[in-house]
């Protein structure tokens, strides 16, 4: 059974990071549904979890559809692309995250599909495994960006 937790719409004037706290440990997994712009040319935001912001704690890969382009990237909590300020008006890059097991005491790990594009420029798809070192269950998790424009929303579900 998959459970709406909470969604955030983001409001004037943007904010700098959307948060999800006091998660339930109730579920088996959880899967994050995200439609969202930057007020910025940047295009990536990160994922953090328990407050950890501590870089060399995560590590990620990624696959650039556009680019053809596959990275590893150590020492960065990167999980996904955005649409930019750039972008034409009202065009929203969308991301859906799914975090097995996130209350075991196991490393944590992420699958990440996401979608940048508008009616001006080449869609840009990035294929990520996302990695955060920590074992304790997770109870925070935390999207961050320069600032996420309005109207952008963030959805986490339980997954039972």
């Not at 990071?17 to 549904?33: E, H």
């Not at 008006?89 to 097991?101: D, E, K, L, M, R």
């Not at 790990?109 to 009616?119: F, P």
């Amino acid at each position: 059974m998959i459970t709406l937790f909470q969604t955030t719409t983001v409001g004037a004037g943007g904010v700098a990071q959307i948060n999800f706290n006091s998660i339930p440990q109730t579920a088996k997994d959880l899967m994050l549904v995200l439609s969202l712009r930057s007020t910025t040319a940047n295009t990536n935001f990160s994922l953090f979890a328990n407050a950890d912001f501590t870089a060399t704690n995560y590590n990620n890969v990624f696959f650039n559809g556009a680019s053809s382009i596959t990275t590893a990237v150590a020492n960065t909590a990167l999980a996904g692309v955005m649409n930019s300020s750039s972008m034409v008006a009202n065009s929203f890059g969308v991301t859906t995250i799914i975090v097995p097991n996130y209350t075991s005491s196991f490393l944590k790990r992420a699958l990440i599909e996401c979608v940048s594009t508008d009616a001006s420029s080449t869609p840009n798809m990035r294929i990520a495994a996302w990695g955060w070192t920590g074992t304790a269950a997770i109870t925070d998790l935390r999207l961050s960006d320069f600032t996420f424009a309005q109207n952008s929303t963030a959805s986490l579900y339980l997954i039972s």
